[in-house]
């Protein structure tokens, strides 16, 4: 590109948006590398039953295990990722990733998979998930994907042409976070979700009090009439699972019943299940 813009017009760029650009395509060079080297891997977190205490759903949690600067928080490389577009390249290797070892579960136990509004509106996206279901022979009705609010502030048809066809072969929607974006019901009532997550706002932190609760409960039978499921996310007490669960959420997820794991820890939560010994839901 420099070759391209010649010399007297590096001038456009001030000093400060040099070292953005600098710092961005050095996350975005070290991602396609960390790829490569396999410094990422997925962790898989528990959506459990709270009538039962039985784990319905593993969510697929990306990890970045960084030689030098330690393990990275989703949080920090995703946003970038997005910006760069790598987010579609490693959105695909997560999914194909992910969908290998969901493959490995019991049949009536399901995979929750991330997606970013950019994979979601990128050409031949829903391509890209029909594939990895197919190369990891799992069932695409036992996939679910987490979207967030964010993708609808550009609602256009890529993303209504994705939910389509997707749905269409099975897969299910979640709306993840819900409560702390738009939480527009337009969405709810335009799109076949089948399962909204309550942000852990709500749950947990220094504003929970009567107010959330009563926020949750009007979710829960928001839920119950429309025949979603409701997930309540970061539940990390037993009073909080108890509390949930009086509010008619039908899911919990959180650290109170087990963090993300690596692969092989999930499949021996669930063999502890298979054992007899489901999650504790009751004090
Ligand atoms: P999310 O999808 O809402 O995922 C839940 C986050 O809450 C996870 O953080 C999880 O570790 C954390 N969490 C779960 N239970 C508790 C709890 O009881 N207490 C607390 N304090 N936290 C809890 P994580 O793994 O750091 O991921 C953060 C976000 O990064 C995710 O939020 C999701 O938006 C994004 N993300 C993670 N993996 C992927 C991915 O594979 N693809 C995409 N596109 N985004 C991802
Ligand atoms: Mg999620
Ligand atoms: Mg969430
Ligand atoms: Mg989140």
Redesign the pocket.
């Known amino acids: 590109h420099a070759k391209i813009r010649g010399r007297g017009q590096t001038q456009f760029f001030d000093s400060s948006m040099t070292r953005d650009l600098v710092r961005r395509r050095e996350i975005e060079d070290e991602l396609r590398a960390a790829l490569q080297r396999d410094e990422l891997s997925?962790?898989f977190?528990p959506i459990v039953d709270l009538e039962t205490g039985r784990i319905r759903t593993f969510?697929?949690?990306?990890?970045w295990f960084h030689p030098v600067k330690g393990e990275l928080?989703?949080?920090e490389f995703?946003p970038v990722?997005?910006e760069t577009g790598v987010?579609v390249t490693?959105?695909n290797w997560?999914t194909a990733q992910?969908a290998r070892v969901a493959a490995t579960w019991p049949e009536d136990v399901t995979l929750a998979?991330?997606?970013?509004p950019l994979?979601i509106r990128a050409p031949g996206a829903a391509l890209g998930i029909r594939n990895a279901l197919k190369e990891a022979g799992l069932d695409p009705h036992r996939l679910e994907l987490?979207v967030?609010e964010s993708l609808f502030i550009e609602d256009n048809h890529a993303t209504a042409n994705f939910i389509q066809e997707l749905t269409d072969i099975g897969v299910k929607f979640a709306l993840?976070?819900f409560g702390t974006g738009y939480s527009s019901l337009g969405y709810i009532n335009k799109y076949p979700f089948t399962k909204i997550?309550v942000?852990?706002s709500f749950v947990?932190g220094a504003n929970v009090g009567r107010k959330s609760d009563a926020i949750i409960r009007a979710v829960a039978e928001m839920g119950s009439t429309l025949e979603m499921e409701i997930v309540a996310?970061?539940?990390?007490t037993i009073d909080q699972v108890q509390t949930v669960r009086q509010a008619g959420c039908t899911l919990g997820?959180?650290?109170?019943f087990s963090?993300?794991v690596p692969d092989y820890l999930a499949a021996m939560l669930l063999a502890q299940e298979s054992d007899g010994e489901p999650m504790k839901i009751t004090g």
């Open positions: 997925i962790f977190q969510e697929a949690l990306v990890r928080r989703p949080d995703i990722a997005e987010i490693l959105g997560i992910a998979v991330n997606l970013s994979q987490e967030t993840d976070d997550k942000d852990r947990s996310e970061g539940l990390e997820q959180g650290f109170y963090r993300a």
